[in-house]
């Protein structure tokens, strides 16, 4: 996968801010999450990079190609949704650490 480029990336919902002037790099190989707690923009900032939600302001490039306004079945990522926990008897803490 190429270099995914966010530039300050917004996004609100009714007048509430979700995502506010992000800027973002994740190279390609590397292994990266999106940790933090409800509400706080995650989601919101996973459904602008595949397709599924239209920023306010700010793009998105995958290698040098701004994908920011493509369909997300043109774009070159895929979604899984999944639980934090991949042992559901352990706190958040225990999981990630």
């Known amino acids: 996968m190429e270099e995914i480029r966010i530039q300050n990336i917004s996004k ?11 800027d973002l790099t994740i190279r390609s190989g590397e292994l990266f999450s999106f940790l933090g707690p409800s509400g706080c923009g995650k989601t919101t900032l996973l459904r602008m990079i ?41 706190t958040v803490w225990d999981n990630v650490a």
Do not use: C
Not at 67 to 84: A, G
């Open 50 to 90: 595949a397709g599924f939600e239209t920023p306010l302001r700010g793009n998105i490039f995958i290698g040098d190609q701004d994908i920011t306004d493509l369909p997300p079945y043109k774009r070159p990522v895929n979604t899984i949704f999944q639980n934090y926990s991949l042992f559901p008897h352990m």
């Open 12 to 22: 609100d919902f009714d007048g509430f801010l979700a995502v506010d002037g992000v």
